[in-house]
T-cell receptor, first 115, second 116 residues
């Protein structure tokens, strides 16, 4: 089974600064999808960004961007110009591009934004 | 906010009881997945329903079962509740095209189940 590892249980960032959250994964597959989800204290999981493994270009969504290193099996999330509303639990997730439908989640990183 | 809704929001049960949790998928989605999220952990996949049939299952015992209805809404049933079943139960809906994998999942707000 695939595994997703988030080695930073907690991170903090000053408002307006940049922070990078780390994620590594283990898979023998060549084609897959990677996701970052945000779970605020209200608990509804929200999709932040998605990356297809066959695309070399790193995905970007406004202030959120990823650094996808396929050979290293690394998928980090960079949040620029951090805002108070970015404070949440962030989960990295993996899904096979085949017919397997299971999402594998990491244990999460709790991000605190300091005013 | 996603278009996925779940009910109830909170639930308290005692050990040995049975519980049913409900999920309405986002408009246009035909697939529902259920996850268990223990406190301080990432979501763990329970199972997925597609076209009213179970389509993939995680490492959960048979007392976890489900249903999907023609309108794509879904239920999660847990029999013989144990203390360790206390968790946040998340439902996620997605669109799966025929013969293909599911696309991005969109999550509901969850049901917090407490087993005493």
């Amino acid at each position: 089974a695939q595994t997703v590892t988030q080695s930073q249980p907690e991170m903090s960032v000053q408002e307006a600064e940049t922070v990078t959250l780390s994620c590594t994964y283990d898979t023998s597959e060549s084609d897959y999808y990677l996701f970052w989800y945000k779970q605020p204290p209200s608990r509804q999981m929200i999709l932040v960004i998605r990356q297809e493994a066959y695309k070399q270009q790193n995905a970007t969504e406004n202030r959120f961007s990823v650094n996808f290193q396929k050979a290293a099996k690394s998928f980090s999330l960079k949040i620029s110009d951090s805002q108070l509303g970015d404070a949440a639990m962030y989960f990295c997730a993996y899904r096979s591009a085949g017919t397997g439908n299971q999402f594998y989640f990491g244990t999460g990183t709790s991000l605190t934004v300091i005013p | 906010e996603t278009g996925v809704t779940q009910s109830p929001t909170h639930l308290i049960k005692t050990r040995g009881q049975q519980v049913t949790l409900r999920c309405s998928s986002q408009s246009g989605h035909n697939t529902v997945s259920w996850y268990q999220q223990a406190l301080g952990q990432g979501p763990q996949f329970i199972f997925q329903y597609y076209r009213e049939e179970e389509n993939g299952r995680g490492n959960f015992p048979p007392r976890f079962s489900g249903l999907q209805f023609p309108n794509y809404s879904s239920e999660l049933n847990v029999n013989a509740l144990e203390l360790d079943d206390s968790a946040l139960y998340l439902c996620a809906s997605s669109l799966r095209l025929a013969g293909g994998p599911t696309d991005t999942q969109y999550f509901g707000p969850g049901t917090r189940l407490t087993v005493l």
